[in-house]
């Protein structure tokens, strides 16, 4: 973990407590499990939260990863079904 920060203030322009969270990660391609591929090892990822209140179903996260020349990696993004579970992922 390289930082961590909370926003717990709540103002009209910010309205809701966030959380961001810095490190840095070794990033594999796993389309093939039997053989991933490494693509960067020193790779930034930030995961950065929002709380929305009770009972939590707004509530966001979003994760991303950066290489080192600080080019967006594109992450599997996951879409869920009511009760949250992951149900489908798409790039």
Known sequence: MTS???DLTTTPTHPFATATFK?????????NP???ISVDGNATLQVQ???KGEPGRDDTIAITGLEQERRPLVLEQLE?????RAITRRR
């Open 4 to 6: 961590l920060a909370t």
């Open 34 to 36: 039997v053989a991933p």
């Open 23 to 31: 490190g840095k990660a070794n990033i594999q391609d796993i389309t």
């Open 49 to 51: 939260m929002t709380d």
């Open 80 to 84: 869920r079904d009511q009760d949250h």
